[in-house]
């Protein structure tokens, strides 16, 4: 058995680089993907909230054609898929920040909804899907009796 001198600080600044790391890929620069057959893959960041009648979902898609996009429900999952426009070709960039290539982005919605009377639209390159909750899970207000 042996001793091992334990340096607190070494390991400390080795998880903020990993930190760091994590960060800097996932949300400052959420580039592209590239898939086992090699081809490239976007992230689709989106924002979901719930109210008490419905379940909005919103994605920022600029320059993509809205018939291009397809939402899909099955069982509890909503699938959203589409393809961001490849950047030009025989040009020199300068700077290149926007992704491009397929999106898909899955999420399980553990809420009872309607998909049959979800509501899609698009306004300035933000994709906004509507989905009404089931009646059974609206909030209902019960009022109180008394005997007098």
Known sequence: MSITRWEPFKDLMTLREAMDRLFEESYVRPGPRYQVDGTMRCALPINAYTT?????????IPGV?????????????????????????NVEYILQERTHGKFERTLRLN????PDKAEATFDQGVLTLVIPKREELKPRTIKITTSQ
């Not at 008490?52 to 920022?60: K, R």
């Not at 054609?65 to 070709?89: C, H, S, W, Y």
């Open 111 to 114: 809420i009872a909804v309607q």
């Open 52 to 60: 008490d009648e419905e379940i909005v979902i919103t994605a920022a």
């Open 65 to 89: 054609d809205p018939d291009k996009v397809e939402i899909t429900f099955e069982n509890e999952t909503l699938t959203i898929r589409g393809e961001m426009q490849a950047p030009l070709e």
